[in-house]
């Protein structure tokens, strides 16, 4: 990219049309989106922990204790299986089920498809940017490129692709 072409569009590696970055609203939609499927497996994993934890000897009527390295324990695996379907959604053809019906995509700023590094990476800093009240994804409203800092950080961009054309 060159300081002095803004929204430096990339080119669709299948057709050779440039496309645009993806506006912040869209973003922000699809993680609205890809909180369910997120949420389901977030269940999935409470209630596998709650089994063990109860026949690992506690009550049915027990539950795991606040702040203790148990919750902990389940906490770090919910933000792992979060970032196992984010960054396998994103290898997989660069979209998680949220971005689809927004038509955005995720692609190195090079050209070639992220590495695994790469996505854990932009996954990493992603979290780091919500946990700072979403401070690194309102960035791309004032950065040139529309940018994120995950973005910045892991060498990517999301795309936001045309309609095909019938």
């Not at 497996?41 to 027990?62: D, I, N, P, Q, V």
């Not at 290898?91 to 590495?115: E, K």
Request: with cysteine.
């Amino acid at each position: 990219m060159t300081q002095d072409a803004p929204h430096d569009p990339i080119p669709h590696a299948a057709s050779g049309q440039a496309l645009p970055g993806a506006h912040i609203g869209k973003r922000l939609l699809a993680m609205l989106y890809d909180l369910f499927p997120v949420l389901s497996l977030w269940f999935l994993l409470g209630f596998l922990f709650a089994l063990g934890y109860m026949l690992g000897g506690h009550g049915a009527r027990e539950n795991i204790q606040p702040w203790s390295l148990l919750q902990w324990l389940l906490w770090l695996c919910c933000w792992a299986i979060t970032g196992a379907y984010a960054t396998l959604s994103w290898r997989r053809g660069g979209q998680t089920l949220g971005m689809r019906p927004w038509r955005l995509r995720v692609v190195a700023a090079d050209g070639p498809a992220p590495s695994w590094p790469t996505l854990w990476r932009r996954y990493a800093v992603a979290t780091l940017s919500v946990a700072a009240g979403g401070l690194g994804f309102w960035w791309a409203w004032f950065d040139r490129d529309r940018l994120t800092w995950h973005d910045r950080a892991a060498g990517t961009r999301m795309v936001h692709e045309r309609k095909p054309k019938r």
